[in-house]
């Protein structure tokens, strides 16, 4: 593929046995989008279909790598998404939005900046270390009734049902107690 005469994909035996691919999934799209978008490539590629899945679901208004499981990998999802995970994300402190990304309007926080200390820092990143327990936000692609959290604020407005913490897989970076 391309100029460079290198073919990174495997053959259709390779596909079947499995591979790994990690997406930067565009803001609008959902995990399923990107899913289908790699489903059908792959179809054109091998000419048949080739199962596939990802690994955790990241909200239409994120952005970020989806890992998408092809072949037989798909099988060890389940392991993948309980292993160890680390997360780098760019902050803006001082002010917020609804959904707690840059999709609806910004306004200021009620709540004062402090000054950033080598005290504070350790602090922080002490709290932010292991088990986390987290409120999901309302813009979340959590089910609710069957429904996805998102769909459900963008039509009804703010949703109380899932306000708690929630000990259950998913981090949400845009809402860290």
Known sequence: MGDSGLDPL???????AGFWIA???????TSFDVVAKVRNALKRRYGTRIKIGHAGTLD??????????????????ESVMAGRKAYLATIRLGSQTDSYDSETPE??????????????AARLQAK??????????IYSALKVDGQRAYSLALRQ????????????PGTWLRSLP
């Open 23 to 29: 997406v930067d999934k565009p803001l609008g799209w």
């Open 107 to 120: 306004h200021p926080s009620e709540v004062p900046v402090p000054e950033l200390s080598a005290d504070l």
């Open 157 to 168: 407005g703010n949703l109380h049902t899932l306000s708690g913490p929630r000990p259950r």
């Open 128 to 137: 932010f270390t292991g088990l986390v327990m987290q409120v999901p936000p």
């Open 10 to 16: 495997p053959d259709l035996e390779g596909a079947r």
């Open 60 to 77: 239409p208004l994120a952005t970020g790598m989806l890992v998408l499981a092809v072949g037989r990998k798909t099988k060890d999802i």
